[in-house]
């Protein structure tokens, strides 16, 4: 049997080299579709360590408060953009309340949108943060130079402002921005701080934000009452579900819900790391099955050039069979050569796909975004043994019909 297997692959291997352009066009198809597989299953992966780095860099000890019901299990609504106005200043002073929340450290909400800020020709569409005074304790940063805005900017609406590394330069140049001004629509403001360059994440790129208080932003500015989230720091890690649940009963009395629904979602670190886990790994499985649809088609390939190479070689096979070939020897080349040709369709593609998620991965760390290259190797292995499969499958109709030509019949084909 070994013999058998031996001659056949030999013969395989020279019946591709006498075709080679023949041998190209019958992989492409595998080629493109384990290619697919691999580039989805990489970049999924990759994007998803992001995503959670840039989450598990939010702290262990930090619980978000957002707007909208959501299930136990499920994404927020805010996660899909859906504004709700459930959460109020009202909620965030309250939820600051120790006597409440008694493992509550500190506490911010955040109302945002996009404004256009001007300093003399110079104006740019940028991202905007009304932050409350305790941003700088529960996001454990510091200021690179100046100042953040106190309680009482807050409380007297003043017109200051906090510059993200990238907009101070965007805006002011090489100059110093402390205690220059700035406008935002018609109004005037002093910039007081600068924050160091943070990075981006795939939801928001702190260094391109400007940051002023949360009432000057929602009264002067975007002219609303709500809250887009509420971020909290827990005094330590084995408080934060007995602070999530203070923080639900607290907001659920609040907002009279009795025994309705929750118009509020609270998560911890852990529990959004596990939707985001179950979200990316569900898009990216999805995306999986859809790219593997290729090599299907790229089986059903190799089939058809299968059936016309038994058509071709049916003289070919009539002296096999007169010189004493059996049906299994027959048999044992097609399939072979079906198998061959699947491998390196597989091989090559798991290549090609690694190539591309290379260069993806550098294109993306160029872009400034912390970006692990991750090769699915596991995956590149299960893609190339289902070639193999597909390879058997696939080859097994026109090895069989192979095997079944009688040599007088085949001796006698033109």
């Known amino acids: 049997m070994g013999k058998l297997i031996t001659t056949s692959v030999r013969l395989a291997m020279a019946n591709f080299a006498a075709a080679k352009g023949r041998t190209f066009l019958t992989i492409l198809g595998i080629v493109i579709g384990i290619a697919s597989v691999i580039i989805v ?8 360590e992001l995503i959670l780095d840039q989450v598990r860099s939010i702290g262990a000890t930090t619980i978000s408060v957002l707007p909208g019901a959501a299930d136990d299990d499920g994404p927020p609504a805010a996660i899909f953009g859906i504004e709700t106005k459930t959460l109020t200043v009202e909620d965030l002073h309250a939820m600051n309340n120790h006597t409440s929340v008694p493992h509550s450290k500190a506490v911010y909400g955040v109302s945002s949108g996009s404004v256009i800020a001007q300093v003399g020709s ?11 005074s305790e941003y700088l304790v529960v996001e454990n940063i510091v ?3 100046g100042r953040f805005f106190s309680s009482l900017d807050d409380a007297h609406q003043n017109h200051v402002v906090v510059l993200g590394a990238e907009a101070a330069t965007n805006l002011f140049g090489r100059r110093d921005p402390i205690d220059q001004s700035l406008s935002i629509g018609k109004k005037k403001f002093t910039v007081i701080g600068v924050f160091p360059e943070r990075g981006s994440t ?48 607290l907001l659920r009395a609040r907002h009279n819900i009795g025994n309705g629904i929750d118009d509020f979602s609270v998560r911890s670190i852990e529990a959004a ?16 099955a859809v790219a593997a649809i290729a090599l299907f088609v790229g089986g059903i390939g190799i089939m058809n050039i299968m059936v016309i190479l038994m058509h071709q070689r049916i003289t070919e096979i009539g002296l096999r069979k007169a010189l004493g070939a059996r049906q299994r020897d027959i048999f044992t080349q097609f399939i072979t050569e079906s198998v061959i040709l699947s491998f390196i369709g597989g091989v090559v593609g798991f290549l090609l796909g690694a190539t591309v998620a290379v260069i993806v991965a550098f294109v993306v760390q160029t872009l400034g975004y912390t970006w692990q ?19 058997l499958i696939f080859g097994s109709y026109p090895a ?10 085949a001796l006698r084909y033109q």
């Open 273 to 288: 790391m596990n939707v985001l886990t179950d979200v990316t790994n569900a898009i990216t499985y999805f995306l999986v």
């Open 143 to 145: 200021v690179a130079s």
């Open 202 to 249: 795939i939801v928001s790129s702190p260094d391109k934000e400007i940051f002023v208080p949360l009432a000057t932003a929602q009264k002067s500015i975007l002219g609303t009452d709500h809250l887009n989230h509420i971020q909290m720091r827990v005094d330590d890690i084995q408080n934060i579900d007995r602070a999530m649940e203070d923080v639900r009963i």
């Open 41 to 48: 299953m990489a970049i999924g992966r990759s994007s998803q």
């Open 400 to 409: 069989y019909g192979a095997s079944k030509i009688s040599p007088m019949e």
């Open 122 to 132: 110079n104006a740019l569409t940028v991202p905007l943060s009304g932050v409350s």
């Open 373 to 391: 290259l991750i090769i699915p190797f596991d995956a590149a292995a299960i893609a190339i043994a289902i070639t193999f499969f597909i390879g």
